[in-house]
């Protein structure tokens, strides 16, 4: 259950509305995703957080498809449940088959696991990639 | 410092030396990394790890950039520094540039700060994630 | 479900009751919350562990609800949750308000980011620091 | 070292400068420390971390340095190195003393310990914490 | 719910009831867990992974019990649910009593603590260790 | 480098000599390793930890080695390097064979790929392991 009460749009003061409307148009939706209707309890957390999602997952020198699979492998590697399910929506949405989801995982599981093999070896970082 | 000696490949047994040769072959490179000379003090780990990478970093459903840039979101997520170095490396080989680079590291940056929202607000998943 | 069967009051060895009495005399209450009863399987876990928490969160340097703020910060990171259930009412309880533990998320979830950020970036310490 | 060439003032583009000069003028200092100078190279990234940063580590509900522990706790728990010394600098500027940065360092510790804990034996949520 | 159908030997195609039917010999049970079904979706992966399993779990210079037991501290320093039931299950067939478990996890709650200790007072390595 | 001055022996306070008597006769060496003397700035941290440290790695239902090996598996996992080296020389005193160390970050780097597969694929967990 959420720490606070989410905000829905009807009972929203208006500095929550105008934060709403713009996620909706800038993604083509009609609908609010609790993550912004829990983070709405605080508008400027609100507000904040919204504007580095708009900035940041935007496409530019990388589509917005390997944006959103960059955001689910670290999702999966931190293991937030929500996230993992609203990201992975998302990259759907977007273009990702079963197919990519399944080779996206793998990654991730091989980075996890050779990330402390690496460590765990204390390997030297060769000159060549510095 | 390293917690084996690294086995170079003039002294590597013979079971190493054709590991290491299908390392250089594969990546038509014509020399082994840090990673792999740690590894080879275990002979059945560097031939699980390389068949790892070998199968799962290999293009299919994902071309080989995204998933190094996926490997690079994992490890800069748990702070691996040899495997940033490494597949940032890679990454740059197969075509990343540093307009590429910083976009993924801001998408790192804010899946690892709304992972941290999520828990902490406590967010239901949608029924419309499910 | 629990690990093991929850050991409850009054059915509880005495070496267990007594350290859930310290518990309730400490805290100014008449209930045991779950954490004691699932490490009371193992006496010397309980001991061990009420004596550190007993120890470390009693007010000295830092206030008592300094000390609450930062247990729910490391458990919101760590994603634990029945952690920030229960130390975000011990927070409350000392006076947390929903503005403070607003406050205390954005900073959770800035640290993260910027943790990554600081990390990817490979950004070496200034020697002001040191 | 790294990843990219720092960027110092001198050399910086005009929308660089103008954050560099925002940040020193917030701060009251008259210098730049490394992971601006880091992030400087996107300065999209470099303007929304600090963007970030104001609003989130001004005071509040919690004061400014209830913010700088919260920072710390965050990352220790990540093992974040530049983020420690610099934040551990921020907090001992707004007057955190040795004893209470073992008493964080202690919570710190004990929280990390308690969620696993708590994790290893599954403990269920007591219904008084939700 | 599983991101994927799970697949059941009965529907399952001619390459993945081949590793189903290793894993029931191997394991010498009647059943398959839910993790490779799961996994089934994509048979290199399933492959794969009970690849990794069968050769790194089998007794060698650690016996099976130690190996699972090590699962487990990893599993619950990560909170993997699924990983925390399944391999305590398994360290239970293999002869881990209750008495043993709680120890365990009392070494992983010390050694989750003193990690962050270690890093907080940025502790060096003494030169015995080395 | 440390964060507060290491803790010689010679210029510790009688609370803090006491404690460090009783670690090098515990342990029949005649040094204390820098963990300690970090913590020691804080004597009652050092106490406590101490205290920890003396109950939960002594031999009980898991021998010694078992233990230094569990706690050598959290370390890698989290990347702590002092504990890592000082563990891994704890666990070589007490018998750790270099095939025994490759055998143990195998199992390691196995769980942690596998906690994420588990994660990333939302594995149910089975009714026969609860």
Request: aromatic residues 8%.
């Amino acid at each position: 259950m959420p720490m606070f009460e989410l905000v829905e749009y009807a009972a929203a003061p208006n500095e929550v509305k105008s934060v709403y409307d713009d996620i909706m148009k800038t993604r083509k939706v009609d609908w609010i995703n609790n993550f912004w209707k829990a983070l709405a309890v605080h508008p400027p957390t609100l507000r904040r957080i919204w504007g580095n999602i708009k900035l940041v997952m935007a496409p530019g020198a990388l589509d917005a498809l390997t944006k959103e699979m960059i955001y689910v492998a670290v999702s999966v590697t931190n293991d937030c449940e929500y996230c993992m399910h609203s990201h992975m929506a998302s990259a759907r949405a977007k273009g990702m088959t079963d197919e990519m989801l399944a080779e996206l995982l793998a990654v991730v599981g091989v980075a996890n696991e050779n990330n402390r093999l690496a460590n765990g070896y204390r390997v030297p970082v060769d000159e060549q990639f510095l």
